[in-house]
């Protein structure tokens, strides 16, 4: 199998796709996930996992906002991880990531996930080679260990060009609205755009049993609406029915 190939796979919708159509399409599938999602707590026989990955603003706290929050909020929870703790670095690197898996019923949204511990950490050379390898090992076990409890896991990597990344974080200096956002060690991190590449490349071959979506992410309406559609036909693949009614001891 060839291996993945970043800077190969677009970045942009395909020039025939309208931003109008995705947009209404968009607002269709919402409407679907709301009634999917009902569908999924009531069931409660299957949890879904999805894990966002991408570099610095390739908009995954827009993507969580535009496609999640049609739903019940009772029935999604997001989780961000940042740097571990000093708790969590004395555990196995996996130990605070198992503590955030949903439960049947439930949809959990990883906002960058244990891919840090084989990404940040082999551009920075916190590990190397060897250790980043069994760590994908660990990754492929615990994925495979989800599955067979029920859990539905969905793999997202942006994919956002390294020019759009640039505009964007110049936007966060230069707009009152995103000033929030801004964190000076970005550029530094984009400096480091073919280091990350290539990790990223070597994660999504290495930890592909459960297969990565790679989604142009230059256009916020476009990423919105692939991820939307991916989990639409993953809740009707599922073929859920509504309990019926409980009855009671006689």
Known sequence: MAKTKLKKIPTAAPRDVRKEDCKRELDKILAELDELQNLLYAEGKHAILIIIQGMDASGKDGLTRDVFTSMNPQGVNVHSFKEPTPEELAHDFLWRIHAQTPQKGMIHIFNRSHYEDVLVTR??????????????????????????????????????????QLKRLEERMEKPEKMWKYNADDLQESALWDEYMKYYEDAIDGCNEVPWHIIPADQNWYKSYL????????????????????????
């Open 123 to 164: 551009v920075h050379r916190m590990i190397d080679d060897k250790e980043a390898k069994r760590r994908m090992e660990a990754i492929n076990d615990f994925e495979r260990l989800l599955i067979n409890n029920h859990t539905q896991i969905l793999k997202f990597y942006l994919n956002i060009s390294h020019d759009e």
């Open 227 to 250: 991820v939307a559609k991916a989990l639409r036909d993953l809740f009707k693949s599922l073929k859920m029915k509504f309990p019926g009614l409980k009855r009671g001891k006689s």
